[in-house]
């Protein structure tokens, strides 16, 4: 049975993704307009030059291995993580947006819609290891949401197509479709040590397309940690 948050929560699932604006607008307030007394959450720019990684730190060891929430200190501080716009090449899909305002846009025929988004900065809103910081994130954006509404999935992690698949955890929000309506979720990790978040919302008008689209995301979208 669906507790006394869970409709808002739909609610904004449902506005987000009809918005398309990469999942991130939640009761009215988003990222780009934080509560005053949190700093500034600053954009991403279209390019950022290549980061010097702290003495002894090997970035090509990490990008090598797994990144679950506990992991999250193997990245060097305050150096931001990235995502891949893999998605553009996967069978029907398109890219609509091309980092603008940090935000990309893919669209596929059958109605699907994926966002992505990096922020930067973000420190202030750590807490403990990253699923804590993750799940602080969300209650951020909106105190509906609670850690029971979200679920442990995992991306990509670097965008190595010739060795094993790594996988990074992020945590799941998701709507199923509700009659005449998109089914939709928001996937997002903040990295406390980098101090950067990552988002990827996704709907779709139908169950079948929504599960599709999600396994294309899984295979084709990757995030990309900081290299030497």
Not at 93 to 114: I, P, R
Request: glycine content about 10%.
């Amino acid at each position: 049975m669906p507790t006394a948050g869970q409709p808002a929560v739909a609610g904004w699932l449902r506005a987000a993704v009809t918005a398309g604006v990469g999942g991130i607008l939640l009761s009215g307030c988003s990222v780009d307009m934080p509560h005053p007394s949190v700093p500034a959450l600053v954009e991403s720019a279209p390019a950022l030059a290549t980061p010097t990684i702290k003495p002894g730190h090997d970035a090509e060891a990490v990008a090598a291995r797994d990144l679950p929430f506990a992991a999250g200190s193997t990245l060097a501080r305050g150096v931001p993580v990235g995502i891949s716009d893999g998605l553009k090449d996967a069978p029907g899909w398109k890219q609509v947006k091309d980092k603008v305002a940090g935000e990309s846009q893919y669209v596929k025929a059958d109605g699907c819609l994926v966002s992505t988004k990096v922020r930067n900065n973000q420190g202030t809103l750590a807490r403990g290891d990253d699923r804590e910081s993750t799940v602080a994130l969300f209650e951020y954006l909106d105190p509906t949401i609670l850690p029971g509404y979200l679920k442990t999935e995992g991306l990509r992690w670097g965008d190595n197509r010739n060795g094993p698949v790594r996988r990074v955890e992020v945590l799941v929000l998701e709507q199923a479709a509700p009659p005449a309506g998109r089914a939709a979720a928001v996937l997002a990790r903040l990295f406390g040590t980098a101090g950067s978040s990552v988002y990827v919302s996704v709907s779709c008008p139908d169950v079948a397309s929504f599960a599709a689209a999600r396994a294309d995301v899984s295979a084709h979208l990757a995030v990309l940690p900081p290299s030497n």
